[in-house]
């Protein structure tokens, strides 16, 4: 396991193209293959995950056909990146940061309190001065 989470972390610096995408891959499919782990290797996994998750885009490839009561660290963790007391300082990182509101539609109404601070938060924005962060909040 330590071999991957340090060729995660490597291939996460390169520059060339498709090393991003191959980090994603290997995280996505450390996350699907822990189905039937120990909770201390799945705390184990997210720890070491979780400050990459912000650099690697693996929501669309891990939450392909999954239990949303699996995901609840990936969900919880898109929740902490979206349901914050502070704005973004740039209006890109805000509306990136509301695009990954997309990503949680898959769940639906299997999700309805995470929806619900979703919400709150979306009507707080309405009036935002960017234009694309008022788009990804309306999608």
């Known amino acids: 396991m330590e071999q991957l989470y340090v060729l995660i972390h490597e291939t996460v610096k390169e520059k ?7 980090a994603a891959e ?10 039937y782990w120990t909770l201390e290797m799945l705390d184990e ?4 995950l979780t400050p990459l998750l912000t650099e690697l885009h693996i ?9 949303p009561r699996r995901m609840h660290r ?4 898109i929740c902490s990146l979206i349901i914050t007391d502070q704005t973004m300082k740039t209006s890109y990182n805000e509306a990136s940061r509301w695009y990954l509101v997309q ?5 639906q109404w299997r999700i309805p309190s995470v929806w619900c601070a979703i919400n709150d938060h979306a009507k707080e924005l309405l009036n935002h001065p960017s234009k694309n962060v008022r788009y990804n909040i309306a999608k």
């Open 16 to 22: 060339q193209d498709g090393s991003h995408r191959v």
């Open 26 to 35: 290997i995280a996505a499919g450390m996350i699907r293959g822990s189905k």
């Open 45 to 48: 996994l997210w720890k070491q």
């Open 59 to 67: 929501f669309c490839i891990y939450k392909e056909n999954q239990d």
């Open 74 to 77: 990936l969900i919880g963790f």
């Open 103 to 107: 990503e949680l539609r898959t769940f």
